[in-house]
C-alpha cells in the first residue's frame, strides 16, 4: 500500500524559507506513470495546488506562486521536497504532498495525512 | 488566472441525491481538463472520489458517480447517507499538469 509522508518545521517565520519534504513508501517514486505533487489549505479555505515533479526533475508550478517555489526530488531516497521563500502569515496552511497518477488520466490518488505550518515570529 | 466555481454550500436530505457542479472560467469542462472529484472530512486528507470525469476508485461508494453535462463536470450523489456529510472539491488541469481546484461545496445532510 503506497504511503506519503509530509515532514517538516511546523513553524516558520516571515520572510524565510518554508522546506518540507515528502518520503513515499510502498512505490517507486521513479515510476514512469506518475508524477508527485504539493497541495496546501489555509486554516479553514479550500485546497490550492502548488506544483508537481516528475522522477527526472520536470517541473510545473502554479503561476501565482512560481517565483517562490521549488520542487526537487530525490530518487535515491525515494523523497521529494518543497520549498517556498519569503513567506508571509498567508502561507501558513496544511501542505500536502500527494501522487499524481498521469497514464492516460490525471488524478491525485494517494495523498500524506498533511503538516500544519504555522509563519509567525 | 483561470477561476474553477462550485456551489458554496448545498443541504440534502438523507436517502436523497443531490448534485454539484464544477465550472471554468474558460468555458465547457471537458474531458481533456480530467475532472477529479475529492471528499474531504474535517481533520482528515482529500480522498479522492472519481477522476477523468467518470472512472471511480476500487474504494469509491456505488452511490457516487461523475459526468460531464452541460459544459461542466457534475458530482451525484444517489442515496445519500449521514456519513457523506463533507466538503467537496473538484480539480481540474490546464497546460498538461498544472491544476486548479474549486472553492469547494460543503454538503449538508440533513
Known amino acids: 500500500q503506497l504511503q506519503l509522508q509530509e515532514s517538516g518545521p511546523g513553524l516558520v517565520k516571515p520572510s524565510e524559507t518554508l522546506s518540507l519534504t515528502c518520503t513515499v513508501s510502498?512505490?517507486?517514486?521513479?515510476?514512469?506513470?506518475?508524477?508527485w505533487g504539493w497541495i496546501r489549505q489555509p486554516p479553514g479555505k479550500g485546497l490550492e495546488w502548488i506544483g508537481n515533479i516528475y522522477y527526472s526533475g520536470s517541473t510545473y508550478y502554479n503561476p501565482s506562486l512560481k517565483s517562490r517555489v521549488t520542487i526537487s526530488v530525490d530518487t535515491s531516497k525515494n523523497q521529494f521536497s518543497l520549498k517556498l521563500s519569503s513567506v508571509t502569515a498567508a502561507d501558513t496552511a496544511v501542505y500536502y504532498c500527494?501522487?499524481?497518477?498521469?497514464?492516460?488520466?490525471?488524478?491525485?490518488?494517494?495523498w500524506g495525512q498533511g503538516t500544519l505550518v504555522t509563519v509567525s515570529s | 488566472q483561470t477561476v474553477v466555481t462550485q456551489e458554496p454550500s448545498l443541504t440534502v436530505s438523507p436517502g436523497g441525491t443531490v448534485t454539484l457542479t464544477c465550472a471554468s472560467s474558460?468555458?465547457?469542462?471537458?474531458?481533456?481538463?480530467?475532472p477529479n472529484w475529492f471528499q474531504q472530512k474535517p481533520g482528515q486528507a482529500p480522498r479522492s472520489l472519481i477522476y477523468?470525469?467518470?472512472n471511480k476508485h476500487s474504494w469509491t461508494p456505488a452511490r457516487f458517480s461523475g459526468s460531464l453535462l452541460g459544459g461542466k463536470a457534475t458530482l451525484t450523489l444517489s442515496g445519500v447517507q449521514p456519513e457523506d456529510e463533507a466538503d467537496y472539491y473538484c480539480l481540474l488541469f490546464y497546460g498538461g499538469i498544472q491544476g486548479v481546484f474549486g472553492g469547494g461545496t460543503k454538503l449538508t445532510v440533513l
Open positions: 500527494a501522487r499524481l497518477a498521469a497514464a492516460g488520466t490525471l488524478n491525485f490518488d494517494y
Open positions: 474558460t468555458g465547457a469542462v471537458t474531458s481533456g481538463s480530467y
Open positions: 477523468s470525469a467518470s
Open positions: 510502498g512505490g517507486s517514486i521513479s515510476s514512469s506513470t506518475y508524477y
